[in-house]
C-alpha cells in the first residue's frame, strides 16, 4: 500500500509578502522549521532554478546534509502563490532518498492559508517502508505541523521562533522527568522494594500496625503511579503543575512528622522536594502558550 503524502495546513494572520519572506528566506525559514538546521542557497543565474544544501541535526554529533532545487514558483491571477520543491540526500543514514512537495499561499478575507504537501521514496527497501509508515512518516508530519503553528505565533504575536522551541522543549522534558519520577518512587521503593524507611515514616504519622503501614505503603504506590501516568495521558499539564504546588510541602511536611532524622541523611526529602517544588514553579513558567502541532489540519 502506497503512503499517503505528508499534508499540513494552517491559517496566518499576516500579509503575504511577509509570508513568503519568512518561507522563502532561508535566514529566516531555518529558524521555524524543525526540520532543517540550516539551509543554504547556492549561486545561481538569472533563468536557473534555484538550488540550496541542507543540515539537519540529529544529534550526538551526527547530521544529515542534503541537496534541495526549488524547481518553480507560480502567482495565479486569484493572488495566490506556489512554491515547488524537488529534495534529497544520498546519506544512508537517512530513511528519505528523493522527495518532491510544493508550498502553496491562498490570499483569504482575513489572512492567509499556508498549506503544504510534499511525499519522498525511502530507502532499505520494505523494512524502510515499515519504519517510515510506523515512525518516520508520522514524526516528518508531527514536526511540520509544529513548525507551522511557530511560524504562525511569530507572525502573529511576534514571538521568535526560539523562544518558542525552548518552552516546548523544556515542557516536555518536565513533563517526562516527573512522569519518571512519580512512576519510580511509587513502584521501586513502595511495591516492589517496600522500603522499611516508608514503613516506619508511616508508622510515625499514626499508630499503625506494621500490616497495616505496609498497606499504605502499597496504597501510596499505586497513587503515585496513577499519578505519573497523568503526565503522560492528561493534556491540561499546568493544572497538574499547580497540584504539586501543594503535594510537596504536604510530603515534606508528613516526612518531619514520620520521621524527621531522615533531613541528616545525603540525600534527603528536603532537598529532593526543594528542588522538585522548583522545577514546577519553573514549569508553570515555561508551559504557558507553547506551540503545538494540533492547532494545523494534518488532512485536506
Known amino acids: 500500500m502506497k503512503n499517503k503524502p505528508i499534508y499540513v495546513e494552517t491559517t496566518i494572520y499576516t500579509d503575504m509578502d511577509r509570508l513568503w519572506e519568512t518561507s522563502q528566506d532561508p535566514s529566516l ?77 491562498i490570499p483569504e478575507k482575513q489572512g492567509i492559508t499556508f498549506l503544504t504537501q510534499y511525499d519522498y521514496d525511502v530507502r532499505f527497501g520494505g523494512l524502510g517502508k515499515v519504519i517510515d509508515r510506523l515512525l518516520f512518516r508520522p514524526m516528518m508530519g508531527w514536526a511540520t505541523a509544529l513548525s507551522f503553528d511557530v511560524l504562525k505565533r511569530w507572525l502573529e504575536k511576534g514571538d521568535a521562533p526560539s523562544g518558542q522551541f525552548i518552552r516546548f522543549f523544556s515542557h516536555w522534558i518536565i513533563t517526562i522527568l516527573f512522569f519518571f519520577v512519580w512512576v519510580y518512587h511509587g513502584l521501586i521503593p513502595k511495591l516492589i522494594l517496600m522500603h522499611p524507611e516508608e514503613v516506619s515514616m508511616t508508622q510515625g504519622l499514626l499508630p499503625f500496625t506494621f500490616n497495616e503501614a505496609q498497606n499504605i505503603v502499597a496504597t501510596a504506590g499505586v497513587i503515585e503511579i496513577v499519578f505519573g501516568l497523568l503526565w503522560l495521558l492528561y493534556k491540561n499539564k499546568r493544572r497538574l503543575l499547580k497540584i504539586q504546588l501543594i503535594i510537596f510541602p504536604l510530603l515534606t511536611l508528613t516526612t518531619i512528622i514520620g520521621d524527621a532524622t531522615v533531613f541528616g541523611d545525603p540525600f534527603n526529602p528536603l532537598t529532593f522536594n526543594l528542588s522538585l517544588f522548583a522545577l514546577t514553579i519553573i514549569g508553570l513558567f515555561v508551559s504557558n502558550d507553547i506551540p503545538t502541532a494540533k492547532n494545523c489540519k494534518r488532512s485536506r
Open 29 to 105: 525559514h531555518e529558524q521555524w522549521d524543525l526540520r532543517f538546521s540550516s539551509i543554504t542557497y547556492l549561486p545561481k543565474e538569472d533563468d536557473e532554478p534555484q538550488l540550496f544544501e541542507y543540515k539537519t541535526n540529529i544529534g550526538f554529533g551526527l547530521a544529515v546534509a542534503g541537496w534541495g532545487k526549488s524547481v518553480g514558483t507560480f502567482h495565479a491571477n486569484d493572488y495566490s502563490r506556489t512554491s515547488s520543491l524537488h529534495f534529497g540526500t544520498d546519506q544512508w543514514i537517512s530513511p528519505i532518498s528523493e522527495g518532491k512537495g510544493y508550498w502553496k499561499y
